[in-house]
């Protein structure tokens, strides 16, 4: 069955540091890629997506993040965090069909 | 920025109750979905629909309904409420990527 794992649960960060989040697959055919942010008391927010092309995605808010087919992964990353990126941070799949699968998310809190 | 609607935002409800979340959006949207989120947890399926007349049960069993009359609007219904349903209840509309409501926060006493 398809799958969407996020192996890094909580990650803190002091301002200014790099970011990379863990974003891994399993499905064998064709992959629709996301990563949404969740800030606290807010809404899910579409940070990233991939669909084709440019394996190398940029999103809003300075991420971006790497298809990397023959790793099953989906990394996001950020060059130099800030404290506003404090969010809980999701990754998803579409595996061929309409429906989303979603990892179980990886916390990140950064300290000022 | 996505217009995707939710009402109630928080809702506390006693045991036995009869609810409706209800979730609108105004882009036109074919397809929209339910999803059940507890704190700190994944997202889970519940509900999708693909449009007028078509809903479907999603990837994590749920007592909830669902009904599709018009395009816009998706409302999900609890017959009986259960402290079991405390959760927050996620909407979603997609032409493409899904847009998300601000959600539902249920607490079922």
């Known amino acids: 069955a398809q799958s969407v794992s996020q192996h890094n649960h909580h990650v803190i960060l002091s301002e200014a540091a790099s970011l990379e989040l863990g974003c891994n697959y399993s499905?064998?055919?064709?992959?629709?890629l996301f990563w949404y942010v969740q800030y606290p008391g807010q809404h899910l927010q579409l940070l990233l997506k991939?669909?084709?092309?440019?394996?190398l995605v940029k999103g809003i808010k300075g991420f971006e993040a790497e298809f990397i087919k023959s790793k099953f992964s989906f990394n996001l990353r950020k060059p130099s965090v800030q404290w506003s990126d404090t969010a809980e941070y999701f990754c998803?799949?579409?595996?061929?069909?309409?429906?989303?699968?979603f990892g179980t998310g990886t916390r990140l809190t950064i300290i000022p | 920025e996505a217009d995707i609607y939710q009402t109630p935002r928080y809702l506390v409800i006693g045991t036995g109750k009869k609810i409706t979340l209800e979730c609108s959006q105004t882009m036109g949207h074919d397809k929209m979905y339910w999803y059940q989120q507890d704190p700190g947890m994944e997202l889970h399926l519940i509900h999708y629909s693909y449009g007028v007349n078509s809903t479907e049960k999603g990837d994590l069993s749920s007592e909830s309904t669902v009904s599709r009359i018009r395009t816009e609007h998706f409302p999900l219904t609890l017959e009986s409420a259960r402290p079991s349903h405390t959760s927050q209840y996620l909407c979603?509309?997609?032409?493409?990527?899904?847009?998300f409501g601000p959600g539902t926060r249920l607490l079922v006493l």
């Open positions: 991939y669909f084709s092309g440019d394996p």
């Open positions: 979603a509309s997609s032409e493409g990527p899904q847009y």
């Open positions: 499905y064998g055919g064709t992959v629709n």
């Open positions: 998803a799949g579409r595996f061929g069909n309409e429906k989303l699968t």
